[in-house]
């Protein structure tokens, strides 16, 4: 069956460190891929997708290229903040099914 | 701006008591969606419609019932609450089966005393 598998967290950096959460999926058909992010107290925002193999999903600093010869689509970002603080999710869907697959979610923390 | 709108941000209930979680969209959206999260478990997908009047069980229905009589409401109801469903219950809807992705609500926090 589908699903994801992303880093255990906590992550922990330092303001301005570069970022990357790693995620891989497994699937049948031709998924389009998330990233989503909860701060605290919050629902979960779409951060970023992709639908095809090679797209670059980007937003916010944030960027994740949908690498289909690995199935990944790890989260990086040049230079975190601490406002970046938060659980990111990354997640699938696929043509056929019929919900989003979660991962279990990443923890960040960025120390100032 | 699009909205998924849960109507409490936190709820406090007894043990026994029939607690409703309210969603509402304002998309037009086919589709919606009752999660709870826990820490270490990430999101569970409780129950989900993809009309009015329809329903289908989630990965953990048990305990739990919804009610979907117009298009934007989508309610959760818990019978007869325990403990155990302490919890952060997220609501989200999509216009189609999840290809494009979902709008979540900011989440309830229920606990259940």
Same mark, same amino acid.
Request: avoid cysteine; proline fraction near 4%; hydrophobic fraction near 30%.
């Given at each position: 069956g589908n699903s994801v598998t992303q880093m255990e967290g906590p992550v922990t950096l330092s303001e301005e460190a570069f970022l990357t959460i790693n995620c891989t999926y497994t699937a049948t058909g031709y998924p389009s891929l998330f990233w989503y992010v909860q701060y605290p107290g919050e629902g979960l925002q779409l951060l970023l997708k992709?639908?095809?193999?090679?797209?670059k999903g980007s937003n916010k600093g944030f960027e994740a290229t949908y690498r289909k010869e690995t199935t990944s689509f790890h989260l990086?970002?040049?230079? +975190?903040?601490?406002?970046?603080?938060? +659980?990111?999710?990354c997640a699938l869907s696929t043509n056929r099914d019929d919900k989003i697959i979660f991962g279990k979610g990443t923890r960040l923390h960025i120390l100032p | 701006d699009v909205k998924v709108t849960q109507s409490s941000r936190y709820l406090v209930k007894r043990t026994g008591e029939k607690v409703f979680l309210e969603c509402v969209q304002?998309?037009?959206?086919?589709?919606?969606?009752? =999660?709870?999260?826990?820490?270490?478990?990430?999101?569970r997908l409780i129950y989900f419609s993809?009309?009015?009047?329809?329903?289908?069980?989630?990965?953990?229905?048990?305990? =739990?019932?919804?009610?979907?009589e117009k298009k934007e409401r989508f309610s959760l109801i818990l019978e007869s609450a325990s403990t155990n469903q302490t919890s952060m219950y997220l609501c989200a809807s999509s216009p189609d089966r999840g290809y494009y992705g979902y709008t979540f609500g900011s989440g309830t926090r229920l606990t259940v005393v």
């Open positions: 992709a639908t095809k193999a090679d797209d990086e970002k040049g230079s +975190v903040q601490v406002s970046d603080s938060a +659980v990111y999710f | 304002d998309m037009d959206h086919e589709n919606m969606f009752w =999660y709870r999260q826990d820490p270490g478990l990430g999101l993809y009309d009015v009047k329809m329903k289908e069980k989630g990965d953990i229905p048990e305990g =739990y019932s919804v009610s979907r």
